[in-house]
């Protein structure tokens, strides 16, 4: 069972973003698909992953499952031995005076895999015009046996796009990485037929260089957090993603946004740049 973090209100009051933890229950050098799941009247929305790896444990995936029901995360050790806990964070989503079907019908999550490559890439973009981009996520699809292939960045690139990025490290090691876009519609119309026109914040900040850079990044006042993002910007040997986590600074509105941690890693020194990005959404204008 999940444990209820915290919770992420709009300014509104009709918004309600619920941050979600599941722990594994043991350490292990990989963990594949750990999932994090919500109550039944959530929507997942968002989510990211937390690990205590000593000599490092790093990110190589972070997604929705298909039935928008729970996030997943995977982790592993490389070429260093680092068996290691691992939390997996949900970010489930309720909207006042909504069934949870209507709000699922509002919400689309798109993909795209991109080609084979020692560093690959891939972006997905949410529909134009009808949607905003509201979080996104990425799945480093790795060949059986080879080295390891560790995610360096998943972040909002434009608007409506999702861009994610991986490298091998220290041995050779190709894979494909699949890209998520998580939006919803601009409108959502409530039980009572009233209309909340939505409006997306993001926040970004930057960290670094360093070896081990931190980026905290915090949304504007009165928006729900739903979405976290990180890019790691590097020089070889470079650094990998190892902490992308929901941030809470006191108890205000103003107060949720993203922590993200990178690392350089088994005697390959790197002083490298992190970037961090936080969204949310909020109701304005009228309703009803």
């Not at 504007?220 to 190892?242: C, D, H, K, S």
Request: proline share 6%; hydrophobic share 40%; with cysteine.
């Amino acid at each position: 069972m999940a444990d209820h973090v915290w919770d992420s209100f709009d300014a509104s009051g009709n918004i309600l973003v619920s941050v979600f933890r599941e722990n594994t229950p043991t350490s292990a050098s990989i963990h594949i698909d750990h999932e994090c799941e919500v109550p039944d009247d959530f929507v997942v929305i968002g989510g990211g992953g937390d690990n205590n790896a000593g000599a490092g444990a790093f990110m190589f995936a972070s997604y929705p499952r298909d039935d928008l029901g729970a996030w997943r995360v995977s982790t592993k050790d490389h070429l260093v031995s680092s068996p290691h806990l691992l939390s997996c964070y949900a970010f489930g989503m309720q909207v006042h005076d909504m069934t949870k079907d209507q709000l699922l019908s509002a919400i689309q999550v798109t993909n795209a895999t991109g080609l084979s490559a020692e560093h690959p890439m891939a972006s997905a973009q949410a529909p134009l015009g009808s949607h905003f981009l509201i979080g996104g996520g990425f799945r480093v699809n790795m060949r059986p046996g080879d080295p390891g292939n560790l995610a360096t960045a998943s972040y909002p690139e434009f608007d409506q796009e999702w861009s994610v990025k991986a490298k091998d490290h220290g041995m050779p090691s190709e894979a494909t990485m699949t890209s998520f876009a998580i939006a919803i519609t601009r409108q959502l119309r409530t039980e009572s037929s009233g209309t909340l026109n939505l409006e997306v914040g993001f926040s970004s900040a930057f960290a670094g260089p360093s070896d081990h850079p931190v980026a905290t990044a915090i949304l504007p006042f009165g928006f729900a957090l739903t979405g976290i993002g990180a890019e790691v910007r590097y020089n070889e040997p470079g650094q990998m993603l190892w902490i992308l986590r929901p941030q809470k600074n006191g108890s205000t509105p103003t107060g949720y946004g993203v922590s993200a941690i990178s690392k350089d890693h088994a005697g390959f020194p790197s002083h490298d740049i992190l970037k961090a990005w936080a969204l949310g959404v909020r109701a304005v204008g009228p309703r009803g």
